[in-house]
């Protein structure tokens, strides 16, 4: 039987096609976190470049991070909302259901 070893002589399914979607439902997930960021940056009137002076980097690397361009990692994007005074909340629901507060997308959401 093809599959994972979870525990040892415990074979769990591959499940065909999940690896793909999961990657492009985070990848989705992402885009709106940085398009989120993004617009609290606009909002606070910073430019790429006050940004990146901020995050001890360069603006070159901030259009890239707001382009999706690049696959950020949650540190980077954390240390780019601090950057613009804000802050990023994780949390974490079964993807069966909507998340608390009714909404039915489980990204990061932006704070101050």
Same mark, same amino acid.
């Given at each position: 039987?093809?599959? !994972?070893?979870?525990?040892?002589?415990?074979?769990?399914? *591959? *499940?065909?096609?999940?690896?793909?979607?999961?990657?492009?439902?985070?990848?989705?997930?992402?885009?709106?976190? !940085?398009?989120?960021?993004?617009?609290?940056?606009?909002?606070?009137? *910073?430019?790429?470049?006050? !940004?990146?002076?901020?995050?001890? #980097?360069?603006?070159?690397? !901030?259009?890239?991070?707001?382009?999706?361009?690049?696959?950020?990692?949650?540190s980077?994007?954390?240390?780019?909302?601090?950057? +613009?005074?804000?802050? +990023?909340?994780?949390r974490?629901?079964?993807?069966?259901?909507?998340?608390?507060?009714?909404?039915? #997308?489980?990204?990061?959401?932006?704070?101050?």
């Open positions: 039987m093809n599959g !994972v070893e979870d525990e040892p002589g415990e074979q769990l399914p *591959l *499940l065909p096609g999940f690896r793909e979607m999961a990657l492009r439902r985070m990848a989705d997930e992402r885009r709106r976190l !940085v398009t989120d960021l993004v617009a609290e940056r606009q909002a606070a009137r *910073l430019s790429q470049t006050e !940004v990146a002076a901020r995050m001890g #980097t360069s603006q070159s690397a !901030v259009a890239r991070l707001e382009s999706g361009a690049a696959d950020a990692r949650a980077t994007l954390e240390r780019y909302a601090a950057a +613009i005074g804000r802050q +990023i909340t994780w974490m629901h079964d993807s069966a259901r909507p998340a608390p507060g009714g909404e039915a #997308t489980d990204h990061g959401s932006v704070g101050s």
